[in-house]
């Protein structure tokens, strides 16, 4: 679905003591995979827990558009697939709406299949850089009919029969990795990821779990070696997508920085590729108890305590990137409040996301106040505790969910109010983001245009 409804802005008020016991809606990539593998594999998959963000439900069209059956019996979503290799030519163009992870796998997916496919997307997914996924498809005899510079609408037609490749991933990226590795499951032998730097591991991790023969091998470099055999047979599987930590980060942040506050979020997905912002926030002095740890489908899973704490600043180093890309944003946001200096580097990744969110957060940044200094790769956030004389601004959010949340959060905080310019975004992966806030004691109050 893509977004044509009006702008809808917020504004965030300073709030106090932020309490309550919450369940963090499921994890945005693995509920994306879900309805993939589900939709592919033959037999029935069953699926509790799913994201029901607009960015998956785009997905799970996409499926049922190719041929899946999916339907909902309760809280639970049930899976017909179709077999692996036998996807169906879909009748009209699919639409990803704002979602790089639907629109990139996907083209892995169906992209060495003998029919035409057809990508549309949104303003924000129209402008974002498709060659990175279909450079190696290209190699693999997929034909690409693309808008100028690789970018949505595309068209994509497979050959009679794919050749496997060997592809060293170019830039720390978990949506290139997984699009070649989907790739490879329509192609005769072996295909070849080689990553790197590694990066989230859910394509990898959930592919041998619907019994693909997928091996991982680390050479003495570090370098991750993923072979997929391809044209295997995939199973319906059962699937509890555990919480989102990147959409956890929100209330986790917000707990820290509003005074008094003690908020309890559980069932939140800790996969060591995944929890870097924790690990940096721990460092800044946060306070937060990882209670009950343990293992659920496979995934580490925990319940995480944070109470309101002062910060200070840290240099974030480059190579944890990969495993907080989607959380600097709201570190900035943290950052803001922070004793000292907190510098990040090795951003080049956040220029291409649903907005440019280097310089999204540094102009919503400076639009409140915050002294920062944004470089080619890099953002220097000098930060004062207490937020005094901070706030008062719009932010522009550009269509990027995660940039409007952030600021939100930053809004709870500030002697002033902040005001995004649009939070409609917020429900292509956290739609109960509004509700769940207020009900821990955020003051939001959103405005609806009226054409
Ligand atoms: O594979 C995934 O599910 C994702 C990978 C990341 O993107 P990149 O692969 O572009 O880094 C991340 O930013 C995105 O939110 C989800
Ligand atoms: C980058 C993100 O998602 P996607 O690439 O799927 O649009 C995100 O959710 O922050």
Known sequence: MSHSALPKPATAHRSRDLAGDIRIPGDKSISHRSFMFGGLASGETRITGLLEGEDVINTGRAMQAMGANIRKDGATWIIQGTGNGCLLQPEAPLDFGNAGTGARLTMGLVGTYDMETTFIGDASLSKRPMGRVLNPLREMGVQVKAAEGDRLPLTLHGPKVAAPVIYRVPMASAQVKSAVLLAGLNTPGITTVIEPVMTRDHTEKMLQGFGADLTVETDREGVRHIRIVGQGELKGQTIDVPGDPSSTAF??????????????????????????????LQEMGANIDILNARLAGGEDVADLRVRASELKGVSVPPERAPSMIDEYPVLAVAAAFAEGDTVMEGLDELRVKESDRLSAVASGLKANGVDCTEGEASLVVRGKPGG?????????????HRIAMSFLVMGFVTEKPVTIDDSAMIATSFPEFMDLMAGLGARIETVEKVA
């Open 251 to 280: 209330p986790l942040v917000a707990a820290l920085l509003v005074p008094g506050s003690d908020v309890t979020i559980r069932n939140v997905l800790m996969n060591p590729t995944r929890t870097g912002l924790i690990l940096t």
């Open 388 to 400: 005094l004389g901070l706030g008062g601004g719009t932010v522009e959010t550009h269509l990027d």
